[in-house]
């Protein structure tokens, strides 16, 4: 209906522009042309965004007005009446009615070990889910499938729990494992050949905020507002970065068809205060790999930095490139690349807390040290941003480099790339649902053109599996990993049961995380910034049951 109302719009307003009138000059003429074209690609823009998200802008616009007019206290008031219903949501699903056995203080004795142990071996019933393999929850290896990786890390990380990898010389052991570990990782996304360096993170959101902060202090004292520029696909912990270190974050929009980066919208945005442009290989929501070889000689012609986010590809990409897997090139082996972030915690099947920021030029690493030489305690230095590390995570990410070798990584790449195939397969027998892109690795972004897409999520929700769902355009996305090789058909046959659901219940109510993102697509930002900041308040609640 609408569509049709604009196609007449257009017309009348056509004839209106084009029909005779003697008295109209020539430049009177040009002056209607150029402002119906303006109209057309209004209307085009709009019906581009789409329902939601065009009625987003208006209640934003609306609630911004109304801001600037209203006391603050009304203001104020109102936002968080919006807000109540779905905080209380996720309190209930976070809390519950509260644990009969919290802890508020410290207890006044000492509880024995077999005490402790029962309440751990009771909480870790809670995650049973997770153990089957129908629970995601970023974490990417299965022990049941490698037994002996946990034996090997338990093992590891008890000889060394009690180190500290800021007294490199008192802990020699940890600073070896260390830098092999950096080294292993440069070797296998081809930085050693090129001279590159790298540093150990404890985890990915670390990492980029490492490589923002060397872009940032590299630049100066030229580029006093240093700008970045990525996709709207780039991970949320870049916009952390840049708000942490007061760097300007400019997004550009991706392609519709491809979900890659607009390569056009880059070159559009490179400017004087430029200092990096950001790929991600590939992006989370959609398992895609931005253009990196495009995108690296853009800023090599440009003189500026090109950081590749391979937090989530990490292994398996450089694996699967081993294999004859994926023929795109994101790595040091691209001419341009100039920063990586490589998570180990992910597909190199470590324990959570490790990953390696990389830099071509060793002038980048050494631009994010903050040496102290002034203060009372002497000379202080550390080669991140923390300064006590435990050395328990390193030596047992070391143990896992070396116990699942280059053969076992070449394994697993094979298997998830199975994996991706066989999911896909299975959303394309489906009919209803449609691949919304081809993905390169990790992650399968599933759509449809006939059903509401979170509803088969909320469905698949209540059947036990946490489905990932984005939005712009909807989307419900399958991480593969290891679980995947033993519950990939049990997924299948409940994906298919839950499209049939959807279809005999067009009505069916949107629960859930997958509601959560239904709503953020036409849902004012100010009251999803509020929501967002209020879960981080919940979550590290004590609730004690009355």
Same mark, same amino acid.
């Given at each position: 209906?609408?569509?049709?109302?604009?196609?007449?719009?257009?017309?009348?307003?056509?004839?209106?522009?084009?029909?005779?009138?003697?008295?109209?000059?020539?430049?009177?003429?040009?002056?209607?042309?150029?402002?119906?074209?303006?109209?057309?690609?209004?209307?085009?823009? %709009?019906?581009?965004?789409?329902?939601?998200?065009?009625?987003?802008?208006?209640? #934003?616009?609306?609630?911004?007005?109304?801001?600037?007019?209203?006391?603050?206290?009304?203001?104020?008031?109102?936002?968080?009446?919006?807000?109540?219903?779905?905080?209380?949501?996720?309190?209930?699903?976070?809390?519950?009615?509260?644990?009969?056995?919290?802890?508020?203080?410290?207890?006044?004795?000492?509880?024995?070990?077999?005490?402790?142990?029962?309440?751990?071996?009771?909480?870790?019933?809670?995650?049973?889910?997770?153990?089957?393999?129908?629970?995601?929850?970023?974490?990417?290896?299965?022990?049941?499938?490698?037994?002996?990786?946990?034996?090997?890390?338990?093992?590891?990380?008890?000889?060394?729990?009690?180190? #500290?990898?800021?007294?490199?010389?008192?802990?020699?052991?940890?600073?070896?494992?260390?830098?092999?570990?950096?080294?292993?990782?440069?070797?296998?996304?081809?930085?050693?050949?090129?001279?590159?360096?790298?540093?150990?993170?404890?985890?990915?959101?670390?990492?980029?905020?490492?490589?923002?902060?060397?872009?940032?202090?590299?630049?100066?004292? %030229?580029?006093?507002?240093?700008?970045?520029?990525?996709?709207?696909?780039?991970?949320?912990?870049?916009?952390?970065?840049?708000?942490?270190?007061?760097?300007?974050?400019?997004?550009?929009?991706?392609?519709?068809?491809?979900?890659?980066?607009?390569?056009?919208?880059?070159?559009?945005?490179?400017?004087? #205060?430029?200092?990096?442009?950001?790929?991600?290989?590939?992006?989370?929501?959609?398992?895609?790999?931005?253009?990196?070889?495009?995108?690296?000689?853009?800023?090599?012609?440009?003189?500026?930095?090109?950081?590749?986010?391979?937090?989530?590809?990490?292994?398996?990409?450089?694996?699967?490139?081993?294999?004859?897997?994926?023929?795109?090139?994101?790595?040091?082996?691209?001419?341009?690349?100039?920063?990586?972030?490589?998570?180990?915690?992910?597909?190199?099947?470590?324990?959570?807390?490790?990953?390696?920021?990389?830099?071509?030029?060793?002038?980048?690493?050494?631009?994010?040290?903050?040496?102290?030489?002034?203060?009372?305690?002497?000379?202080?230095?550390?080669?991140?941003?923390?300064?006590?590390?435990?050395?328990?995570?390193?030596?047992?990410?070391?143990?896992?480099?070396?116990?699942?070798?280059?053969?076992?990584?070449?394994?697993?790449?094979?298997?998830?790339?199975?994996?991706?195939?066989?999911?896909?397969?299975?959303?394309?027998?489906?009919?209803?649902?449609?691949?919304?892109?081809?993905?390169?690795?990790?992650?399968?972004?599933?759509?449809?053109?006939?059903?509401?897409?979170?509803?088969?999520?909320?469905?698949?929700?209540?059947?036990?599996?946490?489905?990932?769902?984005?939005?712009?355009?909807?989307?419900?996305?399958?991480?593969?990993?290891?679980?995947?090789?033993?519950?990939?058909?049990?997924?299948?046959?409940?994906?298919?049961?839950?499209?049939?659901?959807?279809?005999?219940?067009? #009505?069916?109510?949107?629960?859930?995380?997958?509601?959560?993102?239904?709503?953020?697509?036409?849902?004012?930002?100010?009251?999803?910034?509020?929501?967002?900041?209020?879960?981080?308040?919940?979550?590290?609640?004590?609730?004690?049951?009355?």
């Amino acid at each position: 209906m609408v569509t049709k109302t604009v196609t007449w719009a257009v017309a009348l307003a056509a004839v209106a522009t084009f029909a005779p009138h003697r008295q109209w000059t020539l430049a009177r003429k040009i002056e209607r042309v150029v402002v119906l074209l303006l109209g057309l690609k209004i209307v085009r823009d %709009a019906l581009a965004l789409g329902r939601r998200r065009l009625w987003k802008i208006v209640i #934003n616009w609306l609630l911004s007005s109304f801001k600037s007019v209203a006391p603050k206290s009304l203001s104020k008031s109102i936002l968080d009446k919006a807000v109540d219903g779905e905080l209380k949501m996720l309190e209930k699903k976070l809390l519950g009615e509260g644990d009969a056995d919290a802890f508020v203080a410290i207890p006044s004795a000492g509880l024995s070990r077999e005490k402790i142990s029962t309440r751990a071996r009771a909480l870790k019933k809670l995650q049973r889910a997770f153990e089957e393999g129908t629970k995601w929850g970023g974490v990417y290896h299965d022990d049941r499938i490698s037994p002996t990786l946990p034996q090997v890390q338990q093992e590891l990380w008890c000889a060394f729990n009690s180190t #500290n990898l800021l007294y490199p010389t008192i802990f020699p052991g940890v600073r070896k494992f260390e830098a092999e570990i950096v080294s292993m990782v440069l070797d296998m996304i081809n930085g050693l050949k090129h001279g590159a360096v790298g540093l150990l993170s404890s985890g990915g959101t670390e990492s980029i905020l490492l490589a923002v902060l060397a872009y940032r202090e590299f630049s100066k004292p %030229a580029i006093e507002e240093p700008e970045i520029i990525c996709g709207i696909t780039a991970h949320p912990a870049l916009y952390k970065a840049c708000r942490y270190f007061g760097v300007k974050l400019v997004k550009v929009p991706i392609d519709p068809k491809t979900m890659q980066m607009s390569v056009s919208a880059v070159k559009q945005r490179l400017n004087r #205060n430029t200092v990096a442009i950001y790929a991600s290989a590939p992006t989370f929501t959609h398992g895609v790999i931005d253009p990196v070889e495009e995108l690296a000689a853009i800023a090599k012609a440009a003189g500026v930095g090109l950081h590749v986010d391979n937090c989530l590809g990490g292994f398996l990409a450089s694996y699967m490139s081993k294999e004859g897997l994926l023929k795109k090139r994101f790595d040091f082996s691209v001419d341009g690349v100039t920063s990586m972030s490589v998570d180990v915690h992910k597909y190199g099947f470590a324990s959570k807390g490790v990953s390696v920021v990389a830099f071509r030029d060793p002038a980048l690493r050494r631009a994010t040290y903050m040496p102290s030489t002034d203060g009372c305690e002497g000379l202080y230095v550390t080669t991140t941003l923390q300064g006590s590390r435990p050395g328990g995570v390193v030596a047992q990410a070391w143990g896992t480099l070396l116990h699942i070798g280059d053969d076992g990584y070449r394994k697993s790449a094979r298997d998830m790339h199975r994996v991706m195939e066989g999911a896909q397969a299975i959303v394309r027998e489906t009919k209803t649902l449609r691949v919304l892109t081809k993905p390169d690795l990790c992650c399968v972004p599933i759509t449809s053109d006939t059903i509401d897409i979170y509803k088969v999520a909320s469905v698949m929700e209540k059947k036990g599996w946490n489905m990932f769902t984005g939005q712009n355009p909807p989307v419900m996305t399958l991480c593969v990993g290891e679980q995947h090789l033993k519950v990939l058909e049990k997924w299948g046959a409940d994906l298919r049961d839950a499209v049939r659901q959807v279809e005999k219940n067009p #009505n069916l109510k949107v629960e859930g995380n997958a509601a959560v993102y239904g709503a953020a697509a036409s849902a004012p930002d100010d009251v999803l910034d509020d929501i967002l900041r209020s879960y981080c308040d919940i979550r590290m609640r004590v609730k004690r049951r009355k």
